[in-house]
């Protein structure tokens, strides 16, 4: 995996296939429960390696999916609680 920005194409239960919006043949999967929020079909992610494991970071500004906002929106407020 490179450090970079990503789409989510699909999740299923374990793992969400990851394509770089730089180059659309570079595709990863990732692990599921390693995502920092609720990962969705469509998904923009920013990804990059601290150490030895991968981080990920949504990025609200680039997700055109309203659902996604919406889910990162209510875990947030969830969090704040």
């Known amino acids: 995996m490179k450090a970079g920005f990503y789409e989510v194409k699909t999740v299923d239960k374990r793992t969400a296939l990851l394509v770089s919006l730089k180059d659309s043949t570079e ?30 970071k949504y990025v609200e500004e680039k997700t055109r999916s309203v659902s996604s906002h919406t889910k990162d929106f209510v875990k947030r407020m969830m969090d704040q609680e």
């Open 27 to 56: 595709q990863y999967t990732y692990p599921v429960e390693d995502f920092t929020h609720d990962v969705n079909r469509g998904d923009i992610v920013e990804v990059w390696q601290e150490g030895m494991r991968w981080r990920t």
